[in-house]
């Protein structure tokens, strides 16, 4: 999942976005709220967190512009401001949920976890593809059992395909949404990965899970045929 972080304080933003990656998502940075906005219109993000006070544009006005711009992803306000109305004027603006600071990181996780979760429509939390269990709160991944022991970027692209409930899901969907935008498109990464997490996922196992469709890209299904 790809997320960007809109926080004008450089330290702050600095120990959010490498937290946020050790919990496996890709994460982008602005530091105000025309760069936020440039950011949104090129990629695809899963979340937005934002801070309520930003040099030049205000955290509300660009959760507004986002809105305007027809971008549905969920947006966690970040604000110093901890007074009702500040959250009923970010809540109107179009956010989905705020937290206060001082914040603690644990609790931020937890909501970035429920937001994402709550998409388009309920998300449990956790995901089956056959006997292949993804626990999404621990990022606990299991087969038949077996407990399977994935780096952070594999478990980010394998709970990224089981999302997509058996769709198929092409590279450039793939780089968006599991790499930040310092990822080179043109590499072969993807593809390494995907047969690392091929080996660790389907090797010993009659039946495959991971399947790559020629021309298309990959997706995660209990049938399919290899090309």
Request: aromatic share 4%; with cysteine; proline share 3%.
């Amino acid at each position: 999942m790809r997320i960007l972080v809109v926080e004008d304080e450089r330290d702050a933003a600095r120990m959010l976005a490498k937290g946020l990656r050790e919990q496996t998502y890709a994460v982008d940075v602005a530091a105000d709220g025309p760069s936020a906005l440039e950011n949104a219109v090129a990629n695809d993000y899963d979340l937005v967190i934002l801070d309520l006070m930003l040099p030049g544009m205000q955290g509300i006005e660009v959760c507004r512009e986002l809105r305007g711009t027809g971008s549905a992803a969920p947006i966690l306000m970040l604000t110093a401001r901890d007074g009702v109305s500040d959250r009923v004027a970010g809540l109107d603006a179009g956010a989905d949920d705020y937290v206060a600071k001082p914040y603690h990181l644990t609790e931020l996780y937890a909501r970035v976890r429920a937001l994402l979760r709550r998409g388009p429509v309920l998300e449990p939390s956790v995901v089956t593809t056959g006997d292949l269990v993804i626990d999404t709160r621990t990022r606990a991944v299991s087969r038949a059992g077996e407990p399977i022991r994935l780096t952070s970027r594999e478990y980010a692209l394998l709970e990224y395909l089981a999302r997509r409930n058996g769709d198929v899901v092409s590279r450039a969907a793939i780089a968006d949404h599991v790499w930040d935008e310092g990822f080179d498109s043109i590499s072969n990464l993807i593809d390494v990965y995907v047969q690392r997490l091929r080996r660790k996922i389907d090797d010993g196992h009659a039946v495959r899970l991971l399947h790559t469709i020629r021309g298309s890209g990959y997706t995660l299904r209990t049938a399919g045929d290899d090309d």
